[in-house]
């Protein structure tokens, strides 16, 4: 299961969340979504190294990035 999922049509590619990650893992995309936004993007090989903190997820206003942890048992 990916750790950051963007919601694109949420997003209105404001690009706060790419200042937000420590790791630098989110970029605007090279293409505009269907509102006309440029949204933000993670690569699957960024993905390996995200590590769940959720600062992206806090600083997007428009509530389009979800994070999911791994629960351990
Ligand atoms: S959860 Fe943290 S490490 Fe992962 S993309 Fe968001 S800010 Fe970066
Ligand atoms: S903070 Fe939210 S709205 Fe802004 S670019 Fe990132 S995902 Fe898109």
Same mark, same amino acid.
């Given at each position: *299961? #990916?750790?950051v %999922?963007? /919601?694109e049509l949420r =997003?209105? &590619?404001c690009a706060l969340c790419t200042t937000a990650c420590p790791? &630098? @893992?989110i970029k605007m995309s090279d293409k505009i979504n269907r509102q006309g936004f440029i #949204? !933000? %993007? $993670?690569?699957e090989e960024d993905l390996e190294k995200c590590t769940s =903190? !959720? @600062?992206c997820a806090q *600083? =997007? #206003? /428009?509530v !389009?990035?979800? $994070?999911f942890r791994e629960i351990k048992k």
């Open positions: *299961m #990916p750790k %999922v963007i /919601d =997003c209105k &590619g790791r &630098g @893992l #949204p !933000a %993007v $993670i690569s =903190c !959720a @600062l *600083m =997007c #206003p /428009d !389009a990035i979800t $994070i």
